[in-house]
C-alpha cells in the first residue's frame, strides 16, 4: 500500500507526454468515501487550462499567482443578512468592503499599474463592493477596456445573481470566462431566512417571494453561462441553523447545473461590522462543523477549500493584500512601459509553470509505502492502522515551507493519514482585523498563534525562535524547521512518517476536535 | 414634491442610477463639514410621479429611516427592511441566538 500525496491539480499543458505526471492523477472522479482527491483532477483538459493559473480556482494556482479585484460596483440590488452596505473600512478584511472605489478608468489604470508591479498576476475580479451585475455599465466598460489593454489577464465576476440572466451574453462579449454565482439555498423558505428584500422590475419585493425569484435568477443564470462553457463557481456561505444541512442539497442542485466548483465559506458576523446577524448575534460556525459540511459536500462536488474571502479590493497573493503600497494615489505618479510589463509577466509565469513542473515531477515520483510509515512503531503481525494527524504550515507562497514561524499572519492546515496528504484548509491568525497587538482583548500573539492551531500536532515552517518552540511544545504543537524550503506536501508527509515511527500514531483517536481545521 | 435624504446615509450609491430624474447628487466635501452623503434636488424630484408606481431611491435603498417624504415621514420605517419589526426584535433576537 502507498501513500500518495494529493492536493495538486493536474498541469494544463504539461500533461502531454500520456498521461499526467500529477500525483493526483488516478483517482475516481469524486474521491474516496471522505471524499477529498485533487478537487479538479477529474476535470475535462480544457477545463484545467483555463483554471490551472487561477489562483482562486485551483488550489495548487494560489501559492503561485496573484489576483486582484477593483472596486467599481458599488451598488447592489438585494439585501443579504451577512452584508452591511456601509463597506469603507481601512481596516477589516473580508467580502463587501473596500478604501475607495473607483471609476472605470481609474480600475483599468490601476489594473494595468498593480499588473506591472506583481507580475505573478493572472487575475482580475470585480465583486463589489456591491453587486458587479447591478453596475452593469461601471462593470462591462472595465471589462471591456482590459480586455483590449491586457490581453493576458483573466476577467472574473462575482455577483448574487440577479441580474445574471439578463447579462449572460454581455460578459461572453467581454471575455469573461470564470463567473461567481454566490447561492446560499435552493429553497425559498430557507433564502427568506437570509435575504429579507431585493430590487426587482423597479420595485422592492420582500419575504418568501423575493426568496424565490432570487433562487430562479441564479439557477437560470447558472444553466445559461454553463451552457455557454463559462466557468462557473458556486460560493456559499455557512449560516449555522439557518442553510448549513440545506447546503449539502445546494451543492448537488449546483452540480446537476452545471457548476465546475462549490465554495462553501463560514459566515463572518460580528456585531462591530454592523451587519444584521452580526448586530443579532447570529455565530458563525466553528471551524469543526465547517470541514464536516465541506467534507459532506465533497461527495457530490468539487470543493474549493482555500478561500480567503478578501475584500473587494484585495490585490496580491490570496492572503495578502497590497492594497496600501498600490493606492491610487501612488499609481498616478508611476511611470509605467505597459508592453514591457506584459511581456514579463509572459516571462515569470513560463518560470512558474518551469518550477511547478519541476515539483511535480519531483513530488510525482515520490510514493512513501505504508510499511515505511508503520515502521518501528508497530510490533507484531497485528495491522495496526495509525490515525491520521493535522499539521500547519507556514509558507509564503510556490508550494514551499518558507515562511518563518513568527511572520505566519496565516497557517494552511493539511491532514495526513495514512492513504494521503490532503489540504483542508487554512486559518488566519488576525482574523478580520489588521489592528495592533493588543486590540480589545490581553491576548499575546504568540497565545492567539497556539489558539489558532488548536488540534494541529505539527507546525512546519522555515525558522522558528527559542521562546516559541518552548510553548508550543506545550501545548502539545511539534515545532519544526528540518524543511525549510521543501515542497509542502512532500514534508508533511514525512513528518507523518516520523511520527508513527515513534509510535506517537498509534494511539486511537481520543479527541474529536483534534480532526478539524 | 420632493424627498430628501438625512443623515444615516452609507453612500452606497444604489439610489443614484435608480432615479428618472437624475435628482439624486453627491455633494463635493466642504472644508470642516465632515463627509458628505447623497442629496436629492428638490427641484427636480417629481417623487416618481409618472416614471414608477413606487418611488425608486426609497425601493433600494438599503438603510431604514434614511429617506423622507415632503411631510417628513420615512419612507422604510424602523423593522421595514429587516422584516424584524420592533415589537418582535426580543423575540427574534433569542430565536437567532439559540441557533
Known amino acids: 500500500m502507498e501513500l500518495k500525496i494529493l492536493g495538486q491539480d493536474a498541469p494544463g499543458g504539461g500533461a502531454a507526454e500520456g ?35 487561477h489562483p482562486c480556482y485551483s488550489e495548487e494556482a494560489h501559492h503561485h499567482y496573484a489576483r486582484m479585484h477593483v472596486a467599481v460596483a458599488p451598488a447592489c440590488n438585494i439585501q443579504c443578512h451577512y452584508c452591511n452596505r456601509k463597506y469603507d473600512c481601512a481596516n477589516e478584511s473580508r467580502p463587501g468592503v473596500v478604501s475607495e472605489l473607483l471609476t472605470p478608468d481609474q480600475a483599468v489604470k490601476k489594473v494595468l499599474a498593480v499588473a506591472a508591479n506583481i507580475p505573478q498576476m493572472t487575475v482580475l475580479g470585480i465583486a463589489g463592493p456591491g453587486d458587479p451585475l447591478a453596475n452593469p455599465e461601471r ?57 429579507p428584500w431585493i430590487f426587482w422590475k423597479n420595485r422592492r419585493i420582500k419575504g418568501l417571494k423575493a426568496a424565490e425569484i432570487l433562487i430562479e435568477q441564479q439557477q437560470k443564470g447558472l444553466q445559461m453561462l454553463a451552457e455557454r ?36 465559506m463560514p459566515l463572518i458576523a460580528k456585531a462591530e461590522h454592523g451587519t444584521f446577524f452580526g448586530i443579532m448575534g447570529q455565530r458563525g460556525p466553528t471551524h469543526t462543523e465547517l470541514q464536516v459540511l465541506q467534507d459532506a459536500c465533497a461527495g457530490d462536488m468539487n470543493m474549493m477549500r482555500h478561500c480567503r474571502q478578501c475584500r473587494a479590493d484585495a490585490v496580491g497573493m490570496l492572503g495578502e493584500d497590497r492594497g496600501d503600497e498600490l493606492s491610487m494615489e ?93 489540504f483542508i484548509g487554512h486559518r488566519k491568525v488576525d482574523l478580520y482585523c489588521s489592528g495592533g497587538d493588543t486590540c480589545g482583548e490581553a491576548e499575546t500573539a504568540l497565545e492567539r498563534t497556539i489558539r489558532t492551531l488548536e488540534g494541529c500536532e505539527a507546525v512546519l515552517c522555515s525558522k522558528i525562535g527559542f521562546e516559541p518552540w518552548g510553548v508550543l511544545e506545550a501545548a502539545g504543537i511539534q515545532p519544526n524547521g528540518e524543511y525549510a524550503m521543501e515542497p509542502i506536501e512532500e514534508a508533511v508527509a514525512a513528518v507523518y512518517r516520523e511520527m508513527a515511527a515513534e509510535g506517537r500514531l498509534d494511539a486511537p483517536v481520543a479527541d474529536k476536535q483534534r480532526l478539524t481545521a | 414634491m420632493a424627498f430628501t435624504i438625512i443623515d444615516g446615509c452609507v453612500n452606497c450609491w444604489a439610489c443614484e442610477p435608480r432615479c428618472p430624474s437624475q435628482a439624486i447628487y453627491l455633494p463635493a466635501a466642504a472644508a470642516g463639514a465632515g463627509k458628505p452623503h447623497f442629496l436629492i434636488d428638490n427641484r427636480t424630484c417629481t ?29 422604510n420605517p424602523p423593522g421595514s427592511l429587516t422584516g424584524i419589526p420592533p415589537g418582535r426584535m426580543a423575540v427574534a433576537l433569542a430565536e437567532i441566538q439559540a441557533r
Open chain 1, 19 to 53: 498521461g499526467c505526471s500529477s500525483s493526483s492523477c488516478g483517482g475516481s472522479p469524486h474521491g474516496s468515501p471522505n471524499g477529498n482527491k485533487s478537487p479538479l483532477s477529474h476535470l475535462p483538459e480544457a477545463v484545467r487550462a483555463k483554471v490551472h493559473n
Open chain 2, 47 to 75: 417623487e416618481c410621479a409618472g416614471d414608477h408606481a413606487e418611488p425608486q431611491c426609497a425601493s433600494i435603498c438599503p438603510i431604514e429611516g434614511v429617506i423622507l417624504d415632503s411631510s417628513g415621514v420615512p419612507l
Open chain 1, 229 to 264: 462553457g463559462v466557468l462557473v463557481k458556486v460560493n456559499s456561505v455557512m449560516i449555522p441553523g439557518v442553510n448549513d444541512e440545506h447546503l449539502k442539497e445546494v451543492s448537488k442542485v449546483v452540480k446537476a447545473k452545471g457548476a465546475f466548483l462549490h465554495n462553501v
Open chain 1, 330 to 422: 501612488r499609481i498616478e505618479a508611476m511611470q509605467i512601459d505597459y508592453k514591457k510589463a506584459m511581456e514579463e509577466r509572459r516571462q515569470v509565469h513560463a518560470a512558474i509553470e518551469a518550477s511547478r513542473q519541476a515539483q511535480r515531477t519531483k513530488t510525482g515520483a515520490t510514493f512513501i509505502s505504508l510499511s515505511q510509515v508503520k515502521g518501528a512503531g508497530i510490533k507484531g503481525a497485528g495491522r495496526k492502522e495509525t490515525r491520521p494527524v493535522l499539521v500547519a504550515v507556514a509558507t509564503t507562497g510556490q508550494g514551499l515551507i518558507n515562511q518563518h514561524f513568527g511572520h505566519a499572519r496565516e497557517f494552511l492546515i493539511y491532514e495526513a493519514s495514512s492513504q494521503e496528504v490532503r
Open chain 1, 139 to 195: 462593470t462591462l466598460a472595465t471589462f471591456c477596456a482590459l480586455s483590449a489593454k491586457a490581453p493576458d489577464i483573466k476577467l472574473c465576476v462575482s455577483t448574487n445573481g440577479l441580474a445574471l440572466p439578463e447579462l449572460v451574453e454581455e460578459l461572453c462579449r467581454h471575455n469573461v470566462d470564470h463567473v461567481t454565482i454566490t447561492i446560499n439555498s435552493v429553497d425559498p423558505e430557507v433564502g427568506a431566512k437570509i435575504y
